[in-house]
């Protein structure tokens, strides 16, 4: 049985975040770290779809390190205690701040480019660290109650994450004085709301910062348009999204076609948000980067 802090739930709502929370022990987080690495040398040596998906956004339906993570009991209550009892898994996201890596994340939210509607009640992500996660190695900033200010204008920056983000940065001020450093131990969790501004630094360790990052969501949540899909982890409702399965093993062929799917699908919609919304700044979709 899993200890939530009761309070999680209502610092999630008026902070926009709430961490640390427990989740996989340290033996865990070692173990998938190694996975992790594993999967990475595997993508990348089949190359294809495999290696340009391999960050984001279904890494989840292909390995099973992923999949034990999004399914782990500890992360379900946390997420039930703030979400309620249907959940899904939308996407996950690999965080990888290399080794001495100058690179870093430009203030941003997350919704402006994940196309959901009714993320603001019924959505959140997990960052677990797979690492320890510190000031040195370039952790997460949140801007703490940021969220009630709805989503924020973005522009275009630039960002090594490009592909996860569209170097999409945000556009007005961040009150710094009010940010939070996320300083977990490996195996710890963070959740943050859709709208939380947040950031990340450089890594100015020797070892590199990994965190997967998973949306969960209701099934009150659906795309702002198109077509997508999800995996069901709690309840028995998939609402508006394609239900998604399980990996039997690390990319057997019933997984692989399930990825290839779904991120095809997903592609699809997420380049026609991001067309969208830079059409509503330049005035024509087809100016905007795809
Ligand atoms: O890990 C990072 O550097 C950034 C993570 C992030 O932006 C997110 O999880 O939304």
């Known amino acids: 049985m899993t200890t939530i ?11 926009g975040f709430a961490f640390p929370v427990d989740a996989l022990t340290p ?6 770290l190694a996975e992790c ?3 990475l040398r595997t993508v990348k040596a089949a190359g294809g779809a495999l290696a340009r998906y391999a960050a984001f956004p279904k890494i989840h339906l292909v390995t099973t390190w992923a999949d034990r993570i999004v399914q782990h009991p500890a992360i379900l209550d946390a997420v039930e205690a703030l979400l309620g009892p249907e959940l899904l898994v939308w996407s996950t996201n690999l965080f990888i701040r290399p080794a001495h890596s100058g690179s870093s994340l430009a203030w941003h939210q997350d919704a402006v480019y994940l196309g959901l509607n009714g993320y603001q ?21 949140y801007a ?3 969220h009630l200010r709805g989503t924020l204008p973005h522009r ?3 960002s090594d994450l490009e592909d996860i983000m569209r170097g999409e940065e945000i556009a007005v001020d961040i009150d710094e004085a009010a940010a939070v450093d996320v300083v977990l131990q490996a195996g710890q969790c963070s959740v943050h709301h859709l709208a939380m501004a947040h950031c990340s630094g450089p890594n100015h360790t020797a070892d590199g910062r990994f965190n997967l990052a998973i949306d969960y969501i209701t099934p009150q949540v659906s795309p702002t348009a198109g077509e997508d899909s999800a995996l069901l982890v709690r309840g028995r409702d998939t609402g508006a999204f394609l239900p998604e399965t399980r990996p039997a093993s690390d990319f057997d062929q019933a997984a692989l076609h399930e990825f290839y799917s779904a991120v095809t699908r997903r592609q699809k919609r997420i380049d026609q948000t991001v067309l969208n919304r830079h059409g509503e700044h330049c005035g024509d979709p087809k100016q905007g980067r795809a």
């Open 5 to 15: 802090a009761p309070d999680l739930a209502q610092r999630f709502r008026s902070d």
């Open 27 to 32: 033996a865990e987080a070692e173990q998938a």
């Open 37 to 39: 690495h594993t999967y």
């Open 121 to 141: 009640q019924h959505a959140a992500r997990v960052w677990v660290g797979l690492t320890h996660a510190t000031v040195a190695n370039g952790t997460m900033r």
């Open 144 to 146: 703490r109650g940021s």
């Open 156 to 158: 275009f920056g630039s």
